[in-house]
Nanobody, 119 residues
Framework: QVQLVESGGGLVQPGGSLRLSCAAS????????MGWYRQTPGKQRELVAT???????DYADSVKGRFTISRGNAKNTVYLQMNSLKPEDTAVYYC?????????????WGQGTQVTVSS
């Protein structure tokens, strides 16, 4: 089994910054793509940013130029630096990892961390 643990959410004023972290542990051979998604009540979960094992990144149009995704040196961690936050960025943010285990390649999700942007 694989666990993803997120941290770094909280309450921030508009224009402020937050940095989310996600660490993967367990029966991991390697991790392929990692990403951040977010969800608000009544809406589907949406992609925020993804990063491949080689470091290629992709962003939702709504966060381009404000958010930066990166991976740690150990490649089992992923970060989301969020700058110039807006109230519409308020959501529960989830980390996702595509994990190669001994017998399987599977997607895993973290438990989510709340980000609230409000004055």
């Amino acid at each position: 089994q694989v666990q993803l643990v997120e941290s770094g959410g909280g309450l921030v004023q508009p224009g402020g910054s937050l940095r989310l972290s996600c660490a993967a542990s367990g029966s991991i051979v390697s991790i392929n793509d990692m990403g951040w998604y977010r969800q608000t009540p009544g809406k589907q979960r949406e992609l925020v940013a993804t990063i491949t094992s080689g470091g290629n990144t992709d962003y939702a149009d709504s966060v381009k130029g404000r958010f930066t995704i990166s991976r740690g040196n150990a490649k089992n961690t992923v970060y989301l630096q969020m700058n110039s936050l807006k109230p519409e960025d308020t959501a529960v943010y989830y980390c996702k990892a595509n994990v190669m285990e001994i017998l399987y390649v599977r997607d895993y999700w973290g438990q989510g961390t709340q980000v609230t942007v409000s004055s």
